[in-house]
Antibody
Framework: EVQLLESGGGLVQPGGSLRLSCAVS????????FAWVRQARGKGLEWVSG????????YYADSVKGRFTISRDSSKNTLYLQMNSLRAEDTALYYC??????????????WGQGTQVTVSS | EIVMTQSPATLSVSPGERATLSCRAS??????MAWYQQKPGQAPSLLIF???TRATGTPARFSGSGSGTEFTLTISSLQSEDFAVYYC??????????FGGGTKVEI
């Protein structure tokens, strides 16, 4: 069974940091590209960052560029999102999503259940 | 950045009725277009990709059509489990990957 399980969310003060993790199972991790997608409460979906199957190409939304870093560890079958200099507007439910391919143009065919990030003093 | 615009924002229908949801892209996305369904308290799930290909497990009452910049998701006969929010997404030109604002299908 394909599973994506996010963790690492929580309450953090503005300017603080968090590292999100997404542990995957049920498929070959290195065969797929991944992304983080967030959703503020009551709002739509916003793509945040993506990484190719080999980890050689990283992509970021302008809103997080320079503050967030995506990475992957094939030995642990885990995707990460290091979030620094957090702002109130980063408050959202963060989903890990699998792209239906290793590199290139594919939809998101599997999603985790999300981890909540709240940035507030 | 390609902007995806969905209409209507809310669609009120009755079970058994047909529902038509629209999505417009600010420029051509070829056939790299997907629809997702999100039920309350759940993650999105892939319904349709490449404009009209149903994802595994998507019932045949869901169909997608369109090309270029205009796309449609049709639910031929709404079932109770279909009441949800639907998002379109383009994956043709990125980054960034972009989603529409969503259409809520309600009773």
């Amino acid at each position: 069974e394909v599973q994506l399980l996010e963790s690492g969310g929580g309450l953090v003060q503005p300017g603080g940091s968090l590292r999100l993790s997404c542990a995957v199972s049920g498929f070959t991790f290195s065969d797929y590209a991944f992304a983080w997608v967030r959703q503020a409460r009551g709002k739509g979906l916003e793509w945040v960052s993506g990484i190719t199957g080999g980890g050689g190409n990283l992509y970021y939304a302008d809103s997080v560029k320079g503050r967030f870093t995506i990475s992957r560890d094939s030995s642990k079958n885990t995707l990460y999102l290091q979030m620094n200099s957090l702002r109130a507007e980063d408050t959202a439910l963060y989903y890990c999503a699998r792209k239906a391919g290793w590199v290139g143009s594919y939809p998101f065919d599997q999603w985790g259940q999300g981890t909540q990030v709240t940035v507030s003093s | 950045e390609i902007v995806m615009t969905q209409s209507p924002a809310t669609l009120s229908v009755s079970p058994g009725e047909r529902a038509t949801l629209s999505c417009r892209a600010s420029e051509s996305v070829s056939r790299n277009m997907a629809w997702y369904q999100q039920k309350p308290g759940q993650a999105p799930s892939l319904l349709i990709f490449d404009v009209s290909t149903r994802a595994t497990g998507t019932p045949a009452r869901f169909s997608g059509s369109g090309s270029g910049t205009e796309f449609t998701l049709t639910i031929s006969s709404l079932q109770s489990e279909d009441f949800a929010v639907y998002y379109c997404q383009q994956y043709n030109s990125w980054p960034p990957l972009t989603f529409g604002g969503g259409t809520k299908v309600e009773i």
